[in-house]
């Protein structure tokens, strides 16, 4: 048994070489992405991409858990961090470290990953100090989709890049071993790299971070109800499944699907 990375080491890896990380749901995904990912996040995107919701608000703490044990189960050495779903732990510290601790002893992951800047910066330091290890996400954060009322890259105005620069500072301040930032133009996603001591995992932020994660099902061209500028398909994978299944009814229809090496026999 290889040993699994540890945020430690996530953290340790800022200045050497970019972090590769990709988002996992489940158990055979896991086993596939983990030979060639330094950190697979569960991501709360999983509500969109595998259950069809129209954002991440309606994911529950119960779906994370039991994708995040599917997970744990395929991957061998990458880190595995789970996401905290929307209102399981922006209520108070003592909400989000009960929902952090059951994540961490019902799955056996590394870490949790909750959204927010300055004012989750209190939160991250709470549960730091007890022993949970926080990845951060600042810029786009997906479940403030009912207040902030878009899917944009942010950072192009003033005030918007001080409140982003300042997210970035209080959560890397309040002890999170890295930090995603999501959809932020290139010269802050730069600057904010340069100024904090923990690695930026980078989505829709440019080649200037210290890492980049994508959605898997994204970049394998399997979800493709919207493609952002910032994703890259890697492959196509979504003909080919429509053109098994094809294949598939044809044969059931013509009868030529099951045959004689799929079919057990009586011995006479
Ligand atoms: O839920 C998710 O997949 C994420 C990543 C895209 C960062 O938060
Ligand atoms: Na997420």
Request: charge should be neutral; include cysteine.
């Given at each position: 048994?290889?040993?699994?990375?540890?945020?430690a080491?996530?953290?340790?890896?800022?200045g050497?070489?970019?972090i590769?990380?990709?988002t996992a749901?489940?158990t055979?995904?896991?086993r596939?992405?983990?030979p060639?990912?330094d950190?697979?996040?569960?991501g709360?995107?999983?509500?969109?991409?595998?259950y069809?919701m129209e954002?991440?608000v309606?994911?529950?703490?119960?779906?994370?858990?039991?994708h995040g044990?599917?997970?744990?189960?395929?991957a061998?050495?990458?880190?595995?961090?789970?996401?905290?779903?929307f209102?399981?732990?922006?209520?108070?510290?003592?909400q989000?470290f009960?929902?952090?601790?059951?994540?961490?002893?019902e799955?056996?992951?590394?870490?949790?990953k909750?959204?927010?800047?300055?004012?989750?910066?209190?939160?991250?330091?709470?549960l730091t100090q007890?022993?949970?290890p926080?990845?951060?996400h600042?810029?786009l954060?997906p479940?403030?989709?009912?207040?902030?009322?878009?899917?944009?890259?942010?950072?192009?105005s003033?005030k918007?890049?001080d409140?982003?620069?300042?997210?970035a500072?209080?959560?890397?301040?309040a002890?999170?071993?890295a930090?995603?930032?999501?959809g932020?133009?290139e010269?802050?996603?730069?600057?904010i790299t340069?100024?904090?001591?923990?690695p930026?995992v980078g989505?829709?932020?440019?080649a200037?971070?210290?890492g980049?994660?994508l959605?898997s099902?994204d970049?394998?061209?399997l979800?493709?109800d919207?493609?952002p500028?910032?994703?890259?398909h890697?492959?196509?994978?979504?003909?080919?499944?429509?053109?098994?299944?094809?294949?598939?009814?044809?044969?059931?229809t013509?009868?030529?699907?099951?045959?004689?090496?799929?079919t057990?026999?009586?011995k006479?």
């Amino acid at each position: 048994q290889t040993k699994r990375t540890t945020p430690a080491q996530i953290e340790a890896m800022k200045g050497t070489r970019p972090i590769v990380s990709l988002t996992a749901y489940t158990t055979p995904i896991a086993r596939l992405l983990d030979p060639h990912c330094d950190l697979l996040l569960v991501g709360d995107s999983l509500g969109m991409v595998l259950y069809g919701m129209e954002s991440t608000v309606g994911v529950t703490l119960e779906m994370m858990i039991a994708h995040g044990q599917g997970v744990m189960r395929g991957a061998k050495k990458a880190c595995v961090i789970v996401d905290l779903p929307f209102g399981s732990y922006q209520e108070s510290k003592e909400q989000a470290f009960r929902n952090a601790a059951r994540i961490l002893k019902e799955t056996g992951c590394n870490g949790v990953k909750l959204e927010g800047g300055e004012e989750m910066a209190e939160t991250v330091a709470f549960l730091t100090q007890r022993g949970v290890p926080v990845f951060g996400h600042i810029g786009l954060m997906p479940q403030l989709i009912n207040t902030t009322g878009g899917y944009r890259s942010l950072g192009r105005s003033d005030k918007e890049a001080d409140k982003i620069r300042r997210d970035a500072k209080a959560i890397a301040d309040a002890g999170a071993f890295a930090l995603v930032v999501e959809g932020t133009v290139e010269p802050l996603a730069r600057e904010i790299t340069q100024s904090i001591a923990i690695p930026t995992v980078g989505i829709g932020a440019s080649a200037a971070c210290d890492g980049q994660i994508l959605v898997s099902d994204d970049m394998l061209g399997l979800f493709n109800d919207f493609k952002p500028r910032f994703v890259k398909h890697f492959a196509e994978l979504a003909p080919t499944v429509s053109k098994a299944a094809e294949a598939y009814a044809a044969e059931v229809t013509a009868r030529t699907f099951p045959g004689p090496e799929h079919t057990f026999q009586v011995k006479k």
